[in-house]
């Protein structure tokens, strides 16, 4: 899965990062950065200012290592770090609270759990449980639901059941767990990513 674009006619090994040579070939739906002052040029004519590095909200620019080879690392590295930070923020989260949350709030989110086509279902060790359907991710703590009588095993029962897409632990994780650990465990976006690269 990519989290971002780097344009660019040098080598450059990420597997997070999709490399493109021209703009037509980007993922329009993450953030782009465009590798050399001559190249931007090229690529986006009167668009740019040599004193502006930030073109729009998703769209960057920064030196090359023959132009200005200490500004392209710190520029690079700020990128990189800029879209595992904003990876998953169009994505909403709704969180299940028990103990603060609203009695007809709560009953609407396990409606809506329920009604979902397909769900990925992650359990964490630290028994979370992060449910992902149709573009929301859904976070249940069962710690705190412990604290109502026989309601845990309750509640995973239903998560089990939505399908055959739940998934516990190292299982799960282990497939996504390189992205996972560049996202600092983000690990409410575990089944989103689950999805995105093994049911697509």
């Keep these: 899965m990519y989290v971002g674009n780097i344009v660019t006619t040098s080598k450059i090994d990420n597997e997070n990062f999709k490399i493109c040579r021209k703009l ?66 169009n994505i909403p989260y ?15 989110i396990i409606r809506k759990i329920l009604s979902l086509k397909n769900p990925i279902t992650y359990i964490t060790d ?19 639901v412990s604290l109502f009588e026989n309601r845990t095993e309750k509640i995973i029962n239903k998560v089990r059941n939505l399908e055959n897409n739940t998934l516990v632990d190292l299982e799960i994780f282990n497939k996504c767990k390189d992205l996972i650990l560049n996202l600092k465990n983000k690990n409410k976006y575990v089944p989103y990513i689950y999805d995105y690269e093994y049911k697509r």
Aim: with cysteine; charged share 25%.
């Design 94 to 108: 709704v969180y299940l609270d028990i103990i603060m949350g609203k009695r007809n709030v709560n009953f609407r």
């Design 24 to 89: 037509d070939t980007i993922d329009q739906n993450i953030p782009t950065l465009i590798i050399g002052w001559e190249n931007t040029k090229e690529l986006l004519g009167d668009q740019v200012s040599i004193l502006h590095k930030k073109i729009n909200q998703k769209l960057f620019w920064t030196f090359s290592t023959k132009e200005r080879k200490s500004e392209y690392e710190t520029d690079l590295d700020s990128f990189i770090t800029y879209c595992y930070n904003s990876f998953g923020n």
């Design 126 to 144: 630290t028994n979370m449980v992060y449910i992902y359907g149709e573009n929301i991710i859904f976070g249940i703590d069962l710690n705190v």
